[in-house]
């Protein structure tokens, strides 16, 4: 069972994967297109706003993404730990920021996929942080 949790969590990352290219390809659109479109700005509110802007574009890709991750487990009838989609939701939440709060957890084979889904958060997060940081970079290095 474990070889089917490890390739339904590859499954699953491939798919949060793809969602996450696409809101990255659309949020450095929009940064490029503010930059073009009103040039370098003295402002920082105005270069903030733009950091905001991307990270809060990521940010719905995450949601998205543990949402994903959320239908997985409710669409798996042997997953009892998690009832209804409030409660799917929050643990995939917590298990994609690898907080793991721990007040919900998976049994058995399935803790497997949770881990699957926090080694997944760790990737997304990391590469979020490095798109964020090259574009703070990009912003004040316009000065």
Partial sequence: MVLEDIFTGLGVMFVTTMIHAL???GGVG???WRLTHFGPSRYELYKAFNIWLLTA???IAI???AAVW?????????ITELPNIETAFY?????Y????????VLTGQWRTL??????NGVIVFGWTTALIFYYIQRIYERV
């Fill in 23 to 25: 809101f990255m390809v």
């Fill in 30 to 32: 929009i940064i490029r």
């Fill in 57 to 59: 574009w990521m940010f």
């Fill in 63 to 65: 949601v998205i993404e």
């Fill in 70 to 78: 959320a239908g997985v487990y409710l669409r798996n009838p042997l």
């Fill in 91 to 95: 643990f995939s939440m917590v298990t």
């Fill in 97 to 104: 920021t690898t907080l793991g709060y721990g007040d919900v």
């Fill in 114 to 119: 949770a881990a699957i889904q926090a080694a």
